[in-house]
């Protein structure tokens, strides 16, 4: 049996596994987005927040990814179910590149154009709402695009600790040194990294200040 | 100057230093009188922009007092202040991300004004300043520098304040366009009677544009002059100046005349 017909006999799977580990990129990356914009704003504010938040998002990196599974196993409510342990961990993760993004995008808004506003008589938040974030969504959006073609690879690690997705696949052929089972786990995900990529980098282009 | 005069911009034993304590202005004294064209001229690091930049109060004197429109900056509502306030600096600062249009707009439009009295303005304002008005809808980055020039001049007008400050507006573009704009300066200036700061290293467009001169060294002011003073002037700073820019200058008063 080849891999082609392998694929066919399972698409249902394939596509229910496909479907799930979606979601779990999907929700992780849309929370890390809601926390990681907002906190890459406010270092841009607080410089004295800049070094702990940007330190603490870059040690999260650092731990190994099998490690802050484990790690987040005894916390209350979070290590109950697998998949909120998953969407936590790959939130974590995606955390810095956003933050980062963020915080050098509206720094690097060009120093005229933010003194003239303000000298003009804007306020903080307008400066911030239609000068700053405009001017910087086209590296936000990369920052976007990072964590989540990050996301889409560590998502497959999920699996490990029972959150379903296409490392399901990359686990049991792994278990049954079977290369089919593998790529019909693998291939899935590395097409849905690429499409993230190249959707994500058409917005980016195409919401960049020329 | 047919208007009585009267002192808009007031600087009080003023001092303004770094956070690490170097000082940038020491002990500067100035009254600006209303309508007038007052050109604050140094070189490079003398104090000039920093000066202006207390006027709109981006910066907070250290020390004295600075009143704006007979009251102190610090009890206006800095947001308020820069309103009441044009603001013309040499990169522009044209948002990239705006029409031309919105650019001019902006002031009005976080002033609320209802949007019909905004469009109206733009035209008149793009009119005043010698702009296309088909150029309205265009981006910053398809206009030429003096195109883009007139526009933020066209943009700090806009809600009609009666100060504005200039800081080297005409810097980067080339003799012929900033000939140009100086002109256009001097006749727009003669119909709006503003009061006027404007920043310069250039001691020949100081003598053309300004009613007087103030001229600063290393963070003091030294003189404070007419361009027919300073022209006769034998203090030692104003004739060094003189001696760098060379001779055959012209005066606003002489080209008023031509």
């Given amino acids: 049996m080849n891999l082609w017909q392998f694929i066919l006999q399972n698409r249902t799977e394939i596509l229910e596994l496909t479907l799930e580990h979606l979601w779990l990129v999907g929700i992780s990356t849309t929370l890390a987005v809601l926390i990681g914009i907002p906190l890459g704003i406010a270092i841009t504010r607080w410089p004295a927040l800049n070094k702990p938040i940007l330190g603490g998002a870059n040690i999260i990196q650092t731990i190994p990814s099998l490690a802050l599974f484990g790690f987040l196993l005894p916390a209350p409510w979070i290590g109950a179910r697998a998949d909120r342990l998953a969407i936590l961990a790959l939130a974590l993760y995606a955390l810095l590149p956003l933050i980062r993004n963020t915080y050098a995008g509206i720094k690097g808004v060009d120093r005229a154009v933010v003194e003239a506003g303000r000298g003009m008589g804007m306020t903080d938040r307008q400066l911030l709402l239609q000068v700053e974030l405009p001017l910087a969504l086209g590296v936000i959006i990369a920052g976007v695009r990072v964590a989540t073609v990050i996301s889409v690879g560590l998502a497959t690690i999920a699996a490990a600790i029972g959150a379903g997705g296409l490392g399901e696949y990359i686990f049991r052929g792994l278990a049954m040194v079977n290369n089919q089972v593998i790529l019909a786990g693998a291939i899935p995900a590395a097409a849905m990294a690429l499409l993230a990529d190249v959707s994500l980098g058409w917005l980016e282009k195409h919401l960049s200040p020329q | ?258």
């Fill in chain 2, 1 to 258: 100057m047919s208007l009585p005069s009267q002192s808009v911009i007031e600087f009080r034993n003023i001092s303004y230093r770094l956070p690490d304590g170097r000082e940038l202005l020491h002990d500067l004294n100035l009254e600006i009188q209303s309508g007038e064209t007052i050109v604050l001229l140094g070189r490079s690091g003398s104090g000039k922009t920093t000066t202006l930049k207390l006027i709109n109060d981006l910066l907070t004197p250290s020390q004295g007092d600075l009143r704006v429109g007979g009251r102190m900056t610090r009890e206006w509502d800095p947001i308020r202040l820069r309103r009441h306030i044009g603001y013309v600096i040499q990169d522009v600062g044209l948002f990239p991300h705006f029409t031309v249009n919105r650019n001019i707009a902006l002031v009005p439009k976080i002033e609320n004004w209802p949007a019909a009295r905004i469009a109206q303005r733009v035209q008149e304002l793009l009119q005043l300043v010698g702009l296309d008005p088909a150029i309205a809808s265009r981006y910053p980055r398809e206009l030429s520098g003096g195109q883009r020039q007139r526009v933020g001049v066209a943009r700090a007008l806009a809600a009609d304040p009666p100060i504005l400050l200039m800081d080297e507006p005409f810097g980067a573009l080339d003799p012929i366009t900033r000939a140009e704009l100086q002109r256009e300066f001097l006749a727009l200036q003669n119909r709006l009677q503003k009061t006027v700061v404007f920043v310069t290293h250039d001691l020949r467009e100081a003598l053309l544009l300004g009613t007087r001169i103030a001229l600063l060294e290393s963070g003091r002011l030294t003189t404070v002059q007419t361009p027919a003073e300073f022209l006769t002037s034998t203090e030692p700073l104003t004739a060094a100046y003189k001696n760098a820019f060379g001779t055959d200058f012209e005066t606003r008063r002489q080209r008023d005349r031509l």
